[in-house]
């Protein structure tokens, strides 16, 4: 299946504006956070090496949705879905 | 005797008689509401009656600065305007980053009160003891950078100043007053305020020194704080790269981007008004307000096509969405020429775009007839974005001059009052509440009609994740408590965005270590909630009550059409009854007398 990674604001430098990634069905999203599929500088900035948590503040969106109120890094993956990054952001 | 960080005088202007007083400021108000917004708000409570015409000479407008204002505090730039707003008719209170705050004190002064009317144009200078009320005959016309200019050249190279531009003189309910003609205390319309007092501004420089109660302590405090916010990757970097329109894409990914006068909630050439194009096609330069670590403000020009050359401060976030997304305009250009005109004009951006936006709904359903509009008024058309701009900043023909009552008035005349996206008349900012639940609360109940920076739980709802923005539950509570925080903060001087980095315990040690006066978190808090308060009973004597506290039929009714939040609406009632209940109010949303005995309030 395919999966589309957006990222935004200073992740793009390490990550790439936009990416279509090849994974095998049924894929969690930690699977696809990986230096296998992303370059690894960019899952450096978003997964903290030590817990293997998302860092704070980073913000992933699936289709829209914040995966922290779907099953965070366990979140399964569908052929079609959109995931956008977001490094810390503010502003008002 | 306040031991530090206020100045402890006040400087009261009367226009009518052309006395100018100098008052000493009240220690116990100052515990109470500390400076700034607080103590504002309760000038206007005690000396305003709440129900004259806000642009009559019984209005008043207080200028002030909090008591960190001036210090080396972080990001102690802000200055408020404080009065009773003509486009609402609330209590209004609007604020401004810059340097104008941190001047005033060292003038020596922590706030001005504006009263009466002058018969002729004046400003006011104030500078080494010396204030006095000058003719602006000549400034009076002058777009606010010209006024900038022309009152630095009457006053001095490096004075600081406050202006109104023609809108405010011509008192438009979208005027703003400007601070060194770009930096906005943008809504509410307190720049026709001033207009009506025949005021053109202020020019001040001074070189007093704001001594700290706990010199010491201070210090630590300013040193923690601003490690905080060089540590934190949103004020310690990300704003300074993309400035606020870096929430351009964040609030387009989830689908609570309004757009064509909120007709939708997802813009799909969202990227082409981004943050991030923007600082690659525009950006001159980083600014920042006086002592700010953080600097998310930008200086931008445009470089090709029609409007080359044009340059000015901004945009922010809120500006490139009203005067482009819910225009249904992705041209940039025209959008940044756009917040060009309406700072030089001093009209609030936010409100201006919202109020082209229902123009343009109103024009495409044919309920604002092609005789009255002098060119076609259709969405996504950038030069009409323009052209409708100066006809609102002008005041040209009978569109212009309805276009500067704002969409309320606007939509009223025209007899689609349900098209205005406003709440007590002022315009909505860039948040659709289909999609983010608490903040549809917050600009229900907001003191001053729409607006987001009452309280912003668009950190907690979106920025941060920590609650779900879909819920309904808990977010009664949660709007309590950034309304609180945010009345107590702007009320010491200090930037709201420190916020993303500081909790009320910092900036409360900020104030205890300036001020000598023992503010933990709780009371910080809790002087938020009377300063809530006071500004929710100057409304409700002002004729404002439960059925005010609302959001546009098309929020609470029509499902967002497409996007990440497609058939999502606003169901308000899930939260407002609760919302009264945490904040101790009745079913009518009446502050009950425990409630304000609680808060000491009862007084008068
Ligand atoms: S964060 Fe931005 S608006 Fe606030 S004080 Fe700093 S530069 Fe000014």
Redesign the interface.
Same mark, same amino acid.
């Given at each position: 299946m395919r999966i589309k990674v957006k990222a935004?604001?200073?992740l793009?430098e390490v990550l790439g504006k936009e990416r279509e990634v090849e994974l095998k069905e049924g894929a969690l999203l930690k699977e696809l956070l990986s230096p296998l599929y992303l370059p690894s500088e960019g899952v450096e900035a978003i997964i903290d090496s030590q817990s293997g948590e998302i860092k704070p503040?980073i913000?992933i969106?699936k289709? #829209?949705?914040?995966i922290?109120?779907l099953d965070g890094l366990l979140t399964k993956l569908e052929d079609g879905d959109e995931l956008?990054i977001?490094?810390?952001?503010?502003? #008002? | 005797m306040i031991k530090g960080g206020f100045k402890g005088k006040i400087l009261r202007v009367n226009l009518t008689s052309g006395e100018i007083r100098v008052e000493d400021l009240k220690e116990d108000w100052a515990k109470k509401f500390i400076g700034g917004r607080g103590y504002g708000t309760k000038i206007i409570y005690d000396e305003v009656d709440p129900t004259i015409d806000p642009l009559s000479e019984k209005n008043k407008v207080i200028i002030a600065t909090g008591p960190l204002g001036g210090t080396l505090a972080p990001s102690s730039g802000r200055t408020m305007v404080i009065t009773k707003g003509p486009l609402t008719g609330t209590i209004a209170c609007s604020n401004a980053g810059g340097h104008f705050g941190p001047a005033l004190k060292h003038a020596g002064f922590d706030l001005v009160i504006i009263e009466g009317k002058a018969k002729e144009p004046v400003y006011l200078w104030i500078y080494k003891g010396i204030t006095e009320l000058r003719p602006a005959q000549d400034i009076w016309g002058k777009s606010t950078d010209e006024s900038d200019k022309i009152l630095r050249e009457k006053t001095h190279p490096l004075a600081e100043t406050m202006e109104i531009g023609p809108a405010g003189e011509k008192q438009s309910l979208l005027a703003n007053v400007m601070f060194n003609g770009h930096r906005a205390a943008g809504r509410t319309g307190v720049g026709a305020v001033l207009g009506s007092k025949n005021f053109k501004g202020i020019a001040v420089r001074g070189n007093q020194e704001v001594k700290v109660a706990e010199p010491e302590e201070f210090r630590e405090a300013v040193s923690k704080t601003r490690e905080i916010l060089s540590k934190d990757a949103f004020s310690g970097g990300g704003a300074a790269m993309l400035g606020t329109a870096m929430l351009v894409n964040v609030l387009n990914s989830i689908g609570a981007f309004p757009i064509k006068n909120s007709q939708d909630a997802y813009f799909p050439e969202a990227e082409k008004i981004s943050g991030e194009t923007l600082r690659e096609r525009n950006l001159i330069r980083n600014e920042a307000c006086a002592e700010c670590p953080i600097g998310c403000g930008r200086v931008t020009v445009i470089k090709e096509g029609k409007y080359k050359g044009a340059q000015g401060g901004g945009p922010e976030y809120e500006s490139v969405w009203s005067l482009g997304a819910m225009c249904g305009i992705s041209d940039l250009d025209a959008v940044l020429m756009a917040n060009y005109l309406c700072d030089k004009y001093g009209m609030d951006t936010i409100s201006a775009g919202v109020t082209v936006a229902c123009a343009m709904e109103l024009y495409e359903k044919g309920y604002l007839p092609q005789e009255d509009a002098p060119f076609p008024l259709t969405f996504g058309s950038g030069e009409a974005l323009v052209e409708t701009i100066k006809l609102m900043g002008e005041q040209k023909e009978k569109l212009g001059k309805l276009l500067a009552q704002g969409s309320y008035r606007l939509a009223e005349y025209y007899k689609h009052p349900e098209l205005s996206m406003s709440v007590k008349k002022q315009e909505f900012p860039a948040y659709d509440p289909r999609g983010v639940k608490g903040i549809g609360l917050q600009f229900a109940t907001s003191n001053r009609g729409a607006c987001h920076v009452r309280g912003y739980t668009i950190a907690a709802e979106v920025l941060s994740g920590a609650v779900d923005r879909l819920k309904y539950e808990g977010k009664a509570e949660l709007v309590k408590t950034f309304q609180d925080l945010t009345a107590a903060l702007d009320s010491t001087g200090i930037c709201l965005f420190t916020t993303f980095g500081l909790g009320g315990g910092d900036i409360a040690l900020l104030l205890s270590t300036a001020t000598g006066f023992q503010v933990g978190e709780k009371e910080f808090m809790q002087i938020g909630e009377r300063i809530w308060n006071l500004e929710r009973l100057f409304n409700l004597k002002a004729g404002f009550s439960r059925k005010d506290d609302t959001l546009p039929p098309r929020i609470l009714k029509e499902p967002i059409k497409s996007g990440p939040s497609k058939g999502e609406i606003e169901e308000l009632d899930k939260m407002l009854a609760d919302y009264y209940k945490v904040r101790g109010w009745d079913n009518d949303g009446v502050p009950g007398e425990g409630k304000l005995k609680e808060l000491e309030l009862m007084v008068d």
């Amino acid at each position: 299946m395919r999966i589309k990674v957006k990222a935004f604001a200073t992740l793009r430098e390490v990550l790439g504006k936009e990416r279509e990634v090849e994974l095998k069905e049924g894929a969690l999203l930690k699977e696809l956070l990986s230096p296998l599929y992303l370059p690894s500088e960019g899952v450096e900035a978003i997964i903290d090496s030590q817990s293997g948590e998302i860092k704070p503040a980073i913000l992933i969106l699936k289709n #829209g949705r914040n995966i922290r109120f779907l099953d965070g890094l366990l979140t399964k993956l569908e052929d079609g879905d959109e995931l956008i990054i977001f490094p810390p952001s503010g502003g #008002g | 005797m306040i031991k530090g960080g206020f100045k402890g005088k006040i400087l009261r202007v009367n226009l009518t008689s052309g006395e100018i007083r100098v008052e000493d400021l009240k220690e116990d108000w100052a515990k109470k509401f500390i400076g700034g917004r607080g103590y504002g708000t309760k000038i206007i409570y005690d000396e305003v009656d709440p129900t004259i015409d806000p642009l009559s000479e019984k209005n008043k407008v207080i200028i002030a600065t909090g008591p960190l204002g001036g210090t080396l505090a972080p990001s102690s730039g802000r200055t408020m305007v404080i009065t009773k707003g003509p486009l609402t008719g609330t209590i209004a209170c609007s604020n401004a980053g810059g340097h104008f705050g941190p001047a005033l004190k060292h003038a020596g002064f922590d706030l001005v009160i504006i009263e009466g009317k002058a018969k002729e144009p004046v400003y006011l200078w104030i500078y080494k003891g010396i204030t006095e009320l000058r003719p602006a005959q000549d400034i009076w016309g002058k777009s606010t950078d010209e006024s900038d200019k022309i009152l630095r050249e009457k006053t001095h190279p490096l004075a600081e100043t406050m202006e109104i531009g023609p809108a405010g003189e011509k008192q438009s309910l979208l005027a703003n007053v400007m601070f060194n003609g770009h930096r906005a205390a943008g809504r509410t319309g307190v720049g026709a305020v001033l207009g009506s007092k025949n005021f053109k501004g202020i020019a001040v420089r001074g070189n007093q020194e704001v001594k700290v109660a706990e010199p010491e302590e201070f210090r630590e405090a300013v040193s923690k704080t601003r490690e905080i916010l060089s540590k934190d990757a949103f004020s310690g970097g990300g704003a300074a790269m993309l400035g606020t329109a870096m929430l351009v894409n964040v609030l387009n990914s989830i689908g609570a981007f309004p757009i064509k006068n909120s007709q939708d909630a997802y813009f799909p050439e969202a990227e082409k008004i981004s943050g991030e194009t923007l600082r690659e096609r525009n950006l001159i330069r980083n600014e920042a307000c006086a002592e700010c670590p953080i600097g998310c403000g930008r200086v931008t020009v445009i470089k090709e096509g029609k409007y080359k050359g044009a340059q000015g401060g901004g945009p922010e976030y809120e500006s490139v969405w009203s005067l482009g997304a819910m225009c249904g305009i992705s041209d940039l250009d025209a959008v940044l020429m756009a917040n060009y005109l309406c700072d030089k004009y001093g009209m609030d951006t936010i409100s201006a775009g919202v109020t082209v936006a229902c123009a343009m709904e109103l024009y495409e359903k044919g309920y604002l007839p092609q005789e009255d509009a002098p060119f076609p008024l259709t969405f996504g058309s950038g030069e009409a974005l323009v052209e409708t701009i100066k006809l609102m900043g002008e005041q040209k023909e009978k569109l212009g001059k309805l276009l500067a009552q704002g969409s309320y008035r606007l939509a009223e005349y025209y007899k689609h009052p349900e098209l205005s996206m406003s709440v007590k008349k002022q315009e909505f900012p860039a948040y659709d509440p289909r999609g983010v639940k608490g903040i549809g609360l917050q600009f229900a109940t907001s003191n001053r009609g729409a607006c987001h920076v009452r309280g912003y739980t668009i950190a907690a709802e979106v920025l941060s994740g920590a609650v779900d923005r879909l819920k309904y539950e808990g977010k009664a509570e949660l709007v309590k408590t950034f309304q609180d925080l945010t009345a107590a903060l702007d009320s010491t001087g200090i930037c709201l965005f420190t916020t993303f980095g500081l909790g009320g315990g910092d900036i409360a040690l900020l104030l205890s270590t300036a001020t000598g006066f023992q503010v933990g978190e709780k009371e910080f808090m809790q002087i938020g909630e009377r300063i809530w308060n006071l500004e929710r009973l100057f409304n409700l004597k002002a004729g404002f009550s439960r059925k005010d506290d609302t959001l546009p039929p098309r929020i609470l009714k029509e499902p967002i059409k497409s996007g990440p939040s497609k058939g999502e609406i606003e169901e308000l009632d899930k939260m407002l009854a609760d919302y009264y209940k945490v904040r101790g109010w009745d079913n009518d949303g009446v502050p009950g007398e425990g409630k304000l005995k609680e808060l000491e309030l009862m007084v008068d």
